[in-house]
């Protein structure tokens, strides 16, 4: 992992940079369906195809938003429907830590999204895609204000026996 | 980190190539600043573009530029990998390198295609290769691993499809497992009277194709069964069946049917499945005389000797020392194993009354087409005569079209079938009664072979068509026992009111009602309307997402008898191609352990679903034969000692940071 790079400053027409990480066997094929049915979008997200939804380490999500998206979005199948059976379930899982650390760290929690987005959801993929592009619009780009001490180690052991 | 040994010292030597797939990329990306910025790019030796990579030139390229220039990775920004990232793999591969030290971006159907702003779609291009040049680095030696086939195939769905498809496989010599619900295979087709639009008769065409699936001994004809689960992977699959009881000794019975006279019930009081309810049938039946097996059924629902234990059994009695009835079967499970399975799970028919104002169930002189099939079939409930439930001939007659089709308050599509089928039933009520008749229809669809014609000699023979949507239907005044339809006629522009002896509905195809539940069973997908999925609608129109399962009929979507046994031959064909070959390379995403960072902590373990993951010696080791590529337990491990093929922790951070990368 690299040195983080510097996030431009805001600009008028700011344009928010988003992460995908598509499950291969659901959002990456609505994503071609939406493009075989020539359905339009917003062209923010850049999209990461994965196995399953089960890959997404929280730490890709982490090092999207040190090097400067403002926005990260995970695709993955409808429950029951995972092609490994239940990676979704897990991808859930670690979605629902994963946003609260992100939370604690001062991220808006619209700025992480997790989706279920079957190969014929096109019209869900097209619509989840532009409307998480105005949503962080609203909010602006990304900025993390780190403490000058540092995040407190007991705050961080009370979050976790919360 | 460092990039993959590559060239041994490090540097990579990258080709990069643009695809302007015609204009259907160069319309919506400036693919020559897209192609200039991709050969500034740290390690790429050379960026071209070309018209059609993926055509025979566009393939030479790559190999020439390997061997010429000494590239040893690939990046190809063209279409969805899903369409030709195998393409690419093999011309990198016949280049002279290993197949994986290749990265296909998709700039067609998830940028091109997509945006409407050139600069926007630009700038996304340009990412992406970034990002595939920033991985390609470090892509390692794959190989992809041999795996054997099961020889044996599975058919779900024993209607014409289903059919069909197991009746190729068995003449190639494979063993097929037939797998039917129903107490007989013979599907919808079996039920319908005359084919259009050449009017040859259903079971005539139909019956010695379902006496040869009993015949041929490569066939294991499974009735009164449903696949309970689906395990293993393509080649490999290990099928459980539910056998439900028919309460009849299968190799006993010689279907002399003595034991439906002898039943304690003098007549039926059950309605017929096979008549649509039209006529009654007794609990110890045959659902239709040409029925294949041809053995009786017992229904447990409607069975005295299942409510009350008390019933004399005279079928017992008369079936005597042949001992073929036994009431004490009970559902059974078996598995077998087989390397593809071919889905045929067929429709069902749109259910009318959910279009109250039609008043199906209501006004008795309202029929679906499918019953008005049987109505006009000589081995119907009336024995082919076309008569209204009060036993009157019908002397003027309305077929309302697109009933549950063409509407988007039940469905968007179009069944397909109804048009061609309400005409038929047209013909063949005018040929029967002489009834006048009236269509009325939204748009008469009669594409394919055969079908225009067929339509001009149905008008000729003086049916009529009236173009506009039935509005309302309500009984005639006075105690005429007709229904009124009233509709717009479209092309007079003014309301018209037609009174009618009999109303039949042209009711639309739908997914079966288990539909989901089986899409669930098999692991495929379901496309908007419920319909199964095929992987591509042109390239591969009988194959699924998930490798060795293929679809023939219905169940993919509305089609007719033609099209349905030109499908189910296609998908006998794929599944032959595979089982036939004898082996599947699989693709080698898998994950692995490096043991010697691995702490052993167990994390992994539970969340594998293959039980890939044991625990050898105080470490986690993964059987690569089991594990079939999620990425589950890497993202999961704690030490970073889980590791996945293709899509390494490093890959995927080079492609995080060249996506968002600043240049």
Same mark, same amino acid.
């Given at each position: 992992?690299?040195?983080?790079?510097?996030?431009?400053?805001?600009?008028?027409?700011?344009?928010?940079?988003?992460?995908?990480? #598509?499950?291969?066997?659901?959002?990456?094929?609505?994503?071609?369906?939406?493009?075989?049915?020539?359905?339009?979008?917003?062209?923010?997200?850049?999209?990461?195809? &994965?196995?399953?939804?089960?890959?997404?380490?929280?730490?890709? &999500?982490?090092?999207?938003?040190?090097?400067?998206?403002?926005? &990260?979005?995970?695709?993955?199948?409808?429950?029951?429907?995972?092609?490994?059976?239940?990676?979704?379930?897990?991808?859930?899982?670690?979605?629902?830590?994963?946003?609260?650390?992100?939370?604690?760290?001062?991220?808006?929690?619209?700025?992480?999204?997790?989706?279920?987005?079957?190969?014929?959801?096109?019209?869900?993929?097209?619509?989840?895609?532009?409307?998480?592009? &105005?949503?962080?619009?609203?909010?602006?780009?990304?900025?993390?204000?780190?403490?000058?001490?540092? #995040?407190?180690?007991?705050?961080?052991?009370?979050?976790?026996?919360? | 980190?460092?990039?993959?040994?590559?060239?041994?010292?490090?540097?990579?030597?990258?080709?990069?190539?643009?695809?302007?797939?015609?204009?259907?990329?160069?319309?919506?990306?400036?693919?020559?600043?897209?192609?200039?910025?991709?050969?500034?790019?740290?390690?790429?030796?050379?960026?071209?573009?070309?018209?059609?990579?993926?055509?025979?030139?566009?393939?030479?390229?790559?190999?020439?530029?390997?061997?010429?220039?000494?590239?040893?990775?690939?990046?190809?920004?063209?279409?969805?990998?899903?369409?030709?990232?195998?393409?690419?793999?093999?011309?990198?591969?016949?280049?002279?390198?290993?197949?994986?030290?290749?990265?296909?971006?998709?700039?067609?159907?998830?940028?091109?295609?997509?945006?409407?702003?050139?600069?926007?779609?630009?700038?996304?291009?340009?990412?992406?290769?970034?990002?595939?040049?920033?991985?390609?680095?470090?892509?390692?030696?794959?190989?992809?691993?041999?795996?054997?086939?099961?020889?044996?195939?599975?058919?779900?769905?024993?209607?014409?499809?289903?059919?069909?498809?197991?009746?190729?496989?068995?003449?190639?010599?494979?063993?097929? @497992?037939?797998?039917?619900?129903?107490?007989?295979?013979?599907?919808?087709?079996?039920?319908?009277?005359?084919? @259009?639009?050449?009017?040859?008769?259903?079971?005539?065409?139909?019956?010695?194709?379902?006496?040869?699936?009993?015949?041929?001994?490569?066939?294991?004809?499974?009735?009164?069964?449903?696949?309970?689960?689906?395990?293993?992977?393509?080649?490999?699959?290990?099928?459980?069946?539910?056998?439900?009881?028919?309460?009849?000794?299968?190799?006993?019975?010689?279907?002399?049917?003595?034991?439906?006279?002898?039943?304690? +019930?003098?007549?039926?009081?059950?309605?017929?499945?096979?008549?649509?309810?039209?006529?009654?049938?007794?609990?110890?039946?045959?659902?239709?005389?040409?029925?294949?097996?041809?053995?009786?059924?017992?229904?447990?629902?409607?069975?005295?000797? @299942?409510?009350?234990?008390?019933?004399?059994?005279?079928?017992?009695?008369?079936?005597?020392?042949?001992?073929?009835?036994? @009431?004490?079967?009970?559902?059974?499970?078996?598995?077998?194993?087989?390397?593809?399975?071919?889905?045929?799970?067929?429709?069902?028919?749109?259910?009318?009354?959910?279009?109250?104002?039609?008043?199906?169930?209501?006004?008795?002189?309202?029929?679906?087409?499918?019953?008005?099939?049987?109505?006009?079939?000589?081995?119907?409930?009336?024995?082919? =005569?076309?008569?209204?439930?009060?036993?009157?001939?019908?002397?003027?007659?309305?077929?309302?079209?697109?009933?549950?089709?063409?509407?988007?308050?039940?469905?968007? =599509?179009?069944?397909?079938?109804?048009?061609?089928?309400?005409?038929?039933?047209? =013909?063949?009520?005018?040929?029967?009664?002489?009834?006048?008749?009236?269509?009325?229809?939204?748009?008469?669809?009669?594409?394919?072979?055969?079908?225009?014609?067929?339509?001009?000699?149905?008008?000729?023979?003086?049916?009529?068509?009236?173009?506009?949507?039935?509005?309302?239907?309500?009984?005639?005044?006075?105690?005429?026992?007709?229904?009124?339809?009233?509709?717009?006629?479209?092309?007079?522009?003014?309301?018209?009111?037609?009174?009618?002896?009999?109303?039949?509905?042209?009711?639309?195809?739908?997914?079966?009602?288990?539909?989901?539940?089986?899409?669930?069973?098999?692991?495929?997908?379901?496309?908007?309307?419920?319909? +199964?999925?095929?992987?591509?609608?042109?390239?591969?129109?009988?194959?699924?997402?998930?490798?060795?399962?293929?679809?023939?009929?219905?169940?993919?979507?509305?089609?007719?008898?033609?099209?349905?046994?030109?499908?189910?031959?296609?998908?006998?064909?794929?599944?032959?191609?595979?089982?036939?070959?004898?082996?599947?390379?699989?693709?080698?995403?898998?994950?692995?352990?490096?043991?010697?960072?691995?702490?052993?902590?167990?994390?992994?373990?539970?969340?594998?679903?293959?039980?890939?993951?044991?625990?050898?010696?105080?470490?986690?080791?993964?059987?690569?034969?089991?594990?079939?590529?999620?990425?589950?337990?890497?993202?999961?491990?704690?030490?970073?000692?889980?590791?996945?093929?293709? +899509?390494?922790?490093?890959?995927?951070?080079?492609?995080?940071?060249?996506?968002?990368?600043?240049?």
């Amino acid at each position: 992992m690299s040195e983080p790079i510097a996030v431009p400053q805001e600009k008028a027409g700011y344009e928010p940079r988003i992460v995908a990480f #598509f499950c291969n066997w659901c959002t990456y094929l609505a994503a071609d369906l939406a493009g075989t049915s020539r359905m339009k979008y917003a062209p923010n997200a850049r999209v990461i195809r &994965v196995m399953c939804s089960g890959r997404v380490d929280p730490q890709f &999500v982490m090092e999207a938003f040190a090097n400067g998206a403002d926005g &990260v979005l995970i695709g993955g199948c409808h429950f029951g429907d995972c092609h490994y059976e239940s990676g979704n379930h897990k991808a859930l899982r670690r979605f629902l830590l994963l946003k609260r650390v992100l939370v604690g760290m001062g991220i808006e929690e619209e700025r992480i999204r997790l989706e279920w987005i079957s190969a014929a959801e096109a019209d869900k993929l097209r619509d989840v895609m532009t409307e998480m592009v &105005v949503q962080l619009k609203a909010l602006g780009p990304l900025q993390v204000e780190v403490p000058a001490e540092g #995040f407190s180690e007991e705050a961080d052991l009370a979050e976790v026996r919360a | 980190m460092n990039p993959a040994d590559t060239n041994g010292n490090g540097q990579p030597k990258i080709g990069v190539y643009v695809c302007h797939c015609g204009t259907n990329i160069s319309a919506a990306v400036d693919v020559e600043a897209v192609r200039d910025f991709a050969e500034g790019l740290p390690g790429v030796t050379l960026a071209r573009g070309y018209k059609y990579m993926c055509s025979d030139p566009g393939q030479e390229l790559i190999k020439e530029d390997i061997q010429a220039n000494g590239l040893d990775r690939v990046v190809v920004a063209s279409c969805s990998p899903s369409l030709h990232e195998t393409t690419f793999r093999r011309a990198t591969s016949e280049g002279g390198l290993n197949p994986y030290f290749f990265q296909m971006v998709n700039i067609r159907e998830q940028d091109a295609w997509v945006h409407i702003d050139m600069d926007a779609a630009t700038d996304k291009a340009k990412d992406l290769i970034r990002a595939a040049v920033h991985r390609v680095r470090f892509h390692k030696p794959l190989e992809r691993s041999r795996v054997p086939v099961k020889p044996a195939v599975m058919v779900v769905g024993g209607g014409i499809a289903g059919i069909q498809a197991a009746l190729t496989m068995a003449n190639a010599d494979k063993h097929v @497992f037939l797998v039917e619900r129903e107490p007989s295979i013979g599907g919808h087709m079996a039920q319908f009277d005359k084919t @259009f639009p050449t009017l040859d008769c259903a079971a005539c065409i139909l019956t010695p194709k379902m006496t040869e699936v009993r015949a041929n001994p490569n066939i294991t004809l499974w009735t009164m069964a449903e696949v309970d689960s689906v395990d293993g992977y393509v080649g490999n699959y290990s099928v459980t069946v539910r056998h439900k009881p028919r309460f009849i000794v299968e190799d006993a019975c010689v279907g002399c049917l003595d034991c439906i006279d002898a039943c304690v +019930f003098k007549v039926g009081k059950t309605p017929d499945e096979f008549n649509v309810g039209l006529s009654m049938r007794k609990p110890v039946y045959i659902p239709f005389p040409q029925a294949v097996p041809p053995l009786v059924v017992i229904d447990q629902e409607a069975c005295i000797e @299942f409510k009350s234990g008390r019933c004399k059994k005279t079928c017992v009695e008369v079936c005597a020392d042949r001992n073929a009835i036994d @009431f004490t079967q009970t559902e059974t499970h078996e598995t077998v194993e087989v390397g593809a399975i071919i889905i045929a799970t067929g429709f069902k028919t749109f259910d009318p009354t959910r279009i109250p104002w039609y008043g199906h169930g209501v006004y008795p002189e309202v029929y679906t087409a499918l019953e008005l099939e049987r109505l006009v079939n000589s081995s119907g409930p009336t024995e082919g =005569h076309v008569t209204r439930r009060d036993g009157r001939t019908p002397q003027t007659v309305g077929i309302v079209h697109c009933i549950g089709s063409r509407d988007i308050n039940t469905n968007e =599509h179009c069944s397909r079938v109804c048009c061609m089928y309400s005409l038929k039933l047209a =013909h063949l009520i005018k040929e029967k009664t002489g009834a006048e008749i009236y269509n009325f229809y939204i748009d008469i669809r009669a594409a394919g072979k055969g079908m225009e014609e067929f339509y001009n000699r149905v008008a000729e023979e003086g049916v009529h068509f009236i173009r506009g949507k039935v509005a309302d239907v309500y009984p005639e005044d006075g105690d005429t026992g007709r229904v009124v339809l009233q509709a717009e006629d479209t092309l007079l522009g003014r309301v018209r009111k037609i009174p009618v002896d009999m109303l039949v509905l042209a009711t639309g195809v739908e997914p079966q009602a288990d539909a989901e539940d089986v899409r669930r069973t098999f692991n495929i997908t379901c496309a908007g309307g419920g319909f +199964f999925m095929e992987r591509h609608p042109k390239l591969a129109p009988v194959s699924t997402f998930t490798d060795g399962i293929f679809l023939a009929g219905a169940c993919q979507g509305p089609k007719d008898i033609p099209d349905t046994v030109a499908q189910a031959g296609a998908a006998a064909a794929e599944a032959l191609a595979l089982v036939d070959r004898g082996y599947v390379e699989m693709e080698p995403n898998t994950a692995y352990v490096v043991t010697e960072e691995c702490s052993g902590c167990k994390t992994c373990i539970p969340l594998c679903p293959y039980t890939a993951i044991t625990r050898v010696d105080e470490k986690a080791e993964i059987n690569p034969v089991l594990c079939k590529g999620c990425g589950t337990c890497v993202a999961a491990c704690p030490s970073g000692s889980i590791r996945q093929n293709l +899509f390494e922790d490093e890959e995927i951070y080079e492609e995080i940071l060249g996506v968002l990368a600043h240049v």
